[in-house]
């Protein structure tokens, strides 16, 4: 019966809060009176039980969150300004006095090597054309009878001599004269884009005035100058980073294809250029934010930016260290080099081996008890170890000096994961 059933688990029930009750109520009593419950347990359960001072200890503890110090490749960074222009570029302007006769591009139109931009009157051209042609048609029509003549043994061979060299000179004429004609169609030297064009049908224009500018659109650069000293190292390494100064977004990276032999006396710089990445989609005159890799140290130690905290020109991190109660805070003087992304590199003070606090700082202090949040286990994360894309260069005092634009270098830099496999909320503390 439903009734007998229940009435029969009662017992089963009942025992069970009576259990949750009795532990409960230890519990209660040995957070009053910890040793008191030690007292009177048998040694090995008293030994399971925590002492007054490790109570303590736990409640002073400050909560927070760990990460391992990572290492990677550091790189210094000279920045500068550098203006996007096309691989090929020419003004196109008249080479004749002439009135315009036909324009057959618009603006903006995409050309072909060879296409025709405009026409400038041909009247002229096209009948001395015509009159070369005729004059032409008539001296050989006199070679041949020159030569029939000679078939005949009526005129002597250099008669057919002189006819000869006159129509040779005829049909040159008639190539001048095609070259005059063909000289009056400007044409595309290569393919590429018209900007504006700055004349219109029925324009009178003399030799040098200008048409239009054509650039190329498949192949652009970035050309900027770099001092003497640094041309060479850049040259070197292959490749620069490239930045969008209106938007503050990278653009990816570069390779220098050529650099200027010769310096400028003026600026003691040297002129470099390096191929534009498709993703960019910048046009010729626009500007980008050009960074040279001028030195790499492999191996580099990082630790993430909200462990570090700055005063003045000192910085220092609250490194983990084993006491002889567990884990305890010391605060670590740092000698800082470039920034990456949000990792500082270290270049003294700190190694591989070392755990650091990014959260948390707020109630630390030098040799104070710490408590890692986490899983219970201490687990920390750790700063990725990979590639740095950028930094800035530091100086002596471990200060990252500023860069030409006052602002620090940015980069792929890793991340502070907090607890086991978690990721850290990082704060600042300065």
Not at 25 to 33: G, Q, R
Not at 186 to 212: E, T
Not at 383 to 409: F, K, L, Y
Request: one cysteine or more; aromatic letters at 4%.
């Amino acid at each position: 019966m439903p009734g007998a059933h229940s009435w029969r688990r009662f017992p089963i029930r009942l025992f069970i809060a009576l259990a949750a009750a009795l532990g409960v109520l230890a519990l209660a009593v040995w957070l009053a009176a910890p040793e008191a419950v030690r007292s009177v347990l048998p040694a090995p359960l008293a030994g399971w039980l925590p002492g007054e001072e490790e109570v303590e200890r736990e409640e002073r503890a400050v909560p927070v969150r760990l990460a391992r110090v990572g290492t990677g490749t550091a790189r210094d960074l000279f920045e500068t300004s550098g203006e996007v222009v096309a691989a090929e570029a020419v003004a196109v302007s008249a080479e004749v006095a002439a009135r315009v006769e036909r324009v057959f591009v618009d603006d903006g139109a995409e050309l072909v090597a060879g296409q025709p931009i405009l026409r400038f009157d041909t009247s002229a051209q096209r009948s001395a054309l015509e009159a070369a042609k005729a004059a032409a048609a008539e001296a050989e029509a006199e070679l041949a009878r020159q030569r029939t003549l000679l078939e005949r043994d009526v005129v002597a061979e250099a008669r057919v001599e002189t006819a000869r060299a006159a129509a040779e000179r005829a049909r040159a004429e008639v190539a001048a004269a095609e070259r005059r004609l063909e000289d009056r169609t400007v044409r595309a030297p290569f393919g590429g884009r018209v900007g504006f064009v700055d004349v219109s049908p029925g324009a009178v224009l003399a030799p040098g005035d200008p048409i239009a500018s054509l650039r190329t659109v498949g192949d652009l650069r970035v050309r900027f100058a770099l001092p003497q000293a640094l041309a060479e190292r850049a040259a070197d390494g292959g490749e620069v980073a490239l930045r969008d100064e209106g938007a503050g977004e990278d653009c990816g990276r570069a390779r220098i294809l050529l650099a200027s032999p010769l310096a400028d006396p003026a600026s003691r710089t040297r002129t470099l250029e390096a191929m534009l990445p498709a993703s960019c989609g910048f046009a010729p005159g626009a500007f980008l934010e050009v960074a040279v890799t001028v030195a790499r140290r492999e191996g580099a130690v990082f630790v993430p930016q909200s462990a570090v905290t700055r005063e003045g020109f000192d910085a220092w991190a609250w490194r983990a260290e084993e006491g002889g109660d567990g884990l305890v805070a010391r605060r670590t003087p740092l000698e800082l080099g470039v920034l990456d992304g949000d990792r500082f590199e270290v270049r003294s003070g700190l190694s591989e081996a070392d755990r650091v606090i990014v959260s948390g700082l707020q109630k630390v202090s030098d040799g104070v008890p710490i408590r890692p949040l986490g899983d219970g286990s201490g687990g920390d994360g750790a700063v990725s170890g990979g590639d740095g894309e950028g930094g800035a260069a530091s100086d002596d005092t471990g200060r990252p000096a500023a860069r030409r634009d006052g602002e620090a270098a940015g980069g792929q830099g890793g991340e502070a994961a907090g607890g086991q496999g978690g990721e850290a909320a990082g704060e600042d503390g300065g």
